[in-house]
């Protein structure tokens, strides 16, 4: 299940050792579905081993500031306070895909060293 990032729960998610996918968006972007839909894939078959969270950065006034989203729809993957990857902007549901899967292959090998 897709978790939500809120400015209740980013300082927790921040300090845990579990990778995070975490999608920051404003519903004025008119690819979110598409985008989202990656997610959800990702979401199903990954089923728990990584966090995968949605974030409406207009919403969230504290994880706004905290990570400082100029460029929306953004994609930050993490680990442990860690950023492994991001993309920012516009792109493909393709180009989303294949950014996670990089992300997903990189962490693993960090956890096998």
Do not use: H, R, W
């Not at 706004?64 to 729809?73: A, C, K, S, V, W």
């Amino acid at each position: 299940m897709i978790k939500q990032l809120t400015d209740d729960n980013v300082d927790a998610m921040m300090k845990s050792n579990k990778a995070s996918y975490i999608l920051f968006y404003d519903d004025k972007i008119p690819s979110l579905d598409s985008i989202k839909k990656v997610f959800e894939e990702f979401d199903t078959q990954l089923k728990g081993k990584v966090d995968i969270m949605y974030c409406d950065i207009e919403k969230e006034s504290y994880v706004n500031e905290y990570f400082q989203m100029n460029i929306l729809p953004a994609v930050l993957f993490l680990k442990g306070g860690k950023v492994y990857g991001n993309l920012a902007g516009p792109a493909s549901a393709s180009k989303y895909q294949s950014i996670l899967k990089n992300a997903l292959a990189e962490l693993i090998s960090e956890q096998g060293k």
